[in-house]
């Protein structure tokens, strides 16, 4: 009774007898775990999806700083700016840097074998801006981001591992996209997959490196990029909006392509612009389509969940009943009351753990 360690010897004990006493009923032990199981891994698997979707931000520095600027055009629809914004916005002190960036499917021939693979075209500040880190080689810079540079990529952590097995001398192989050879400089980070939700981007290029997709050979001076900005410090997202929504004209006007005709320019001119969280990455119709479907799933899975403990508990009570026999005994061979009980606790304990590794 003096012994310091004598409740890890009581603790042993009556995990033992738990074990001993759900091991006469395995019956009762599979069916509560079962029940508990698809209970909480129903719940469990709604809840990743919505956390992916919604709740999960970027792996990036302070993610909650950045937004991404759109436009809204007279009917309402929201798009893409030119790159030449990016040349405007550095000038604007609500923000402290600029990010601009498109995705697009590719067939790629990596190691001699062929396959199509999302790619996104980073403008040159894009790594910095973000805060994107690499743990192998180097990122994506400025220098890198003008034509006549020699194309370099940068490939996600993923990719490195299934293509080329994780080999540290990944750096200066070659990728070949369309008929330009990409030597790659850098790998990023382990979670990072992407800045487009829910489609994964695995190899980044520079903004004005990216593939000839023209079939008379030319390449475009001006890119439709989507835009991330990061605010600056002690910059409210309020700020930053009413900032943008002063420089609109400006912004619009410095970065329409000089190709455009008087009605195209005054088209684009006459766009609104306005700002959204980009924290957990840019999406275009996964959020919205599959919102409320989701939220409904997760609240009928919360009901199950719900029955299922109901069932558990009935389960429990009915246990509970059969064994007055054996409580009658414990008791009046001295065992307390409190101590009893504790068995019981410890076993649905027990089966609570059970239920939620098998969930």
């Known amino acids: 009774e003096v012994d310091r360690w004598r409740w890890i010897d009581a603790a042993d004990r009556n995990l033992r007898h738990c074990f001993r006493s759900l091991a006469k009923s395995p019956a009762f032990a599979l069916v509560s775990i079962v029940i508990l199981a ?26 909650d700083e950045l937004v991404q600027i759109v436009s809204v055009d007279k009917n309402g629809h929201t798009g893409g700016l030119f790159s030449g914004i990016l040349d405007e916005l550095p000038h604007d002190r609500a923000f402290q840097g600029a990010c601009g960036f498109g995705t697009s499917y590719l067939a790629v021939e990596i190691e001699g074998t062929l396959r199509t693979l999302g790619m996104g075209v ?70 990072f997959t992407g800045l487009l939700l829910g489609f994964p981007e695995p190899i980044m290029t520079p903004l004005l490196q990216q593939p000839n997709l023209l079939p008379n050979g030319s390449k475009p001076t001006y890119y439709y990029v989507n835009l991330l900005a990061r605010r600056a410090p002690g910059v409210s997202e309020a700020q930053a909006l009413a900032n943008i929504v002063a420089e609109k004209r400006r912004l619009l006007e410095g970065s329409v392509p000089q190709h455009f005709n008087a009605t195209r320019r005054k088209d684009y001119i006459a766009q609104k612009l306005t700002l959204v969280s980009a924290r957990g990455g840019i999406d275009y119709f996964l959020r919205r389509r599959f919102a409320q479907p989701l939220f409904a799933v997760f609240g009928l899975c919360g009901a199950m969940l719900l029955m299922a403990c109901v069932n558990l508990s009935s389960l429990l009570l009915a246990r509970g009943l059969s064994r007055q026999r054996e409580v009658a005994i414990r008791l009046a061979l001295g065992g307390s009351p409190g101590h009893v009980a504790g068995l019981f606790v410890l076993e649905s304990v027990l089966l609570v753990v059970a239920g939620t590794a098998a969930g």
């Open 122 to 191: 980073f403008s040159g500040g894009c790594f910095e801006t973000l805060g994107l880190h690499v743990q192998l080689g180097r990122a994506l810079t400025p220098a890198d981001d003008h034509i006549g540079a020699e194309p370099v990529a940068v490939i996600t952590d993923s990719l490195w591992h299934s293509q080329f097995g994780g080999r540290p001398d990944v750096l200066g192989r070659s990728i070949r996209i369309g008929t330009d050879d990409f030597r790659i400089v850098g790998v990023t980070g382990k979670r």
């Open 38 to 63: 698809v209970g909480i891994g129903s719940n469990v698997a709604v809840f990743s999806t919505i956390d992916a979707l919604f709740l999960r931000p970027l792996p990036v520095e302070h993610a």
